[in-house]
């Protein structure tokens, strides 16, 4: 079992969709009291069930390693060859492979999205995605933003249309996050659920665990691809509401 003691947003909090602020840069990939357990979780799922949690379009190979070597230079001191993780493993850096490098390095999950030249939407053209909340990675690759989100209840053609209009606006340097939480029974953060699954309706408010995802927007400068990272909370119940019930 892999808990956080805490979550720096109040996952609590109503907020109208799709809920979206600015984020200082220098809060972007942080390093919580479970890097260590996901880290090591990302590390057997890359190597066990790659073909689950990694998927890159050729179109989106130089906008991956773009997005490398932001990271590095954000948090690893523009390292090119290796690096030294916060739990002492020690990772190679490999430029051909460049989503893989990024599971093992970062927490965070991450997604390129891509605007083809005549498409009315971004595309999701690449992403390693470990901890998949309820979704599968197979059955979004190659698919635009409408088509993501087309079994979420609440993403009307409204909330579609301002999601893309963010996408497009999202300048360089200049981030946007929001936050989702929802109350699972289970902690487990490898959680892919096919869209011809039924939803699981144990989840709601007397389930023990409290998921909640950090979901960062930013525009690379070069490639301009939009990139959408998630950073996961698992929390448990009381821990949630010693910090954020009163």
Not at 68 to 89: F, I, K, S
Not at 150 to 158: A, C, L, T, W
Not at 161 to 177: E, H, N, S
Request: net charge negative; aromatic share 8%; hydrophobic share 40%.
């Amino acid at each position: 079992m892999i808990l956080q003691k805490s979550i720096p947003h109040n996952p609590l909090e109503s907020v109208k969709l799709p809920g979206i602020k600015p984020l200082d840069l220098v809060d972007w990939l942080p390093v919580d009291d479970a890097f260590s357990g996901q880290m090591a979780q990302r590390d057997a799922l890359l190597s066990e069930r790659r073909d689950q949690v990694l998927m890159m379009d050729q179109s989106a190979k130089e906008a991956a390693q773009e997005l490398l070597q932001l990271v590095l230079a954000h948090r690893y001191e523009a390292a090119q060859e290796q690096v030294t993780r916060p739990d002492g493993v020690v990772i190679s850096i490999d430029w051909q492979d460049p989503l893989a490098t990024l599971g093992l390095i970062a927490q965070e999950d991450f997604c390129i999205l891509q605007r083809p030249e005549g498409s009315p939407e971004h595309v999701l053209t690449g992403a390693v995605l470990c901890f998949p909340a309820s979704w599968t990675l197979s059955e979004k690759f190659m698919r635009p933003l409408i088509g993501i989100h087309d079994r979420i209840d609440s993403y009307d053609e409204g909330i579609a249309a301002r999601v893309q209009r963010l996408f497009d606006g999202v300048q360089v340097g200049r981030p946007l996050w929001r936050f989702n939480a929802l109350w699972y029974q289970s902690p487990e953060l490898f959680a892919p659920r096919s869209i011809n699954d039924p939803r699981d309706h144990s989840h709601g408010q007397n389930a023990p665990y409290m998921r909640s995802e950090q979901q960062v927007i930013l525009r690379l400068p070069q490639t301009r691809a939009v990139v959408f990272s998630i950073h996961t909370y698992m929390v448990h119940m009381e821990d949630v509401m010693r910090q954020w019930g009163r």
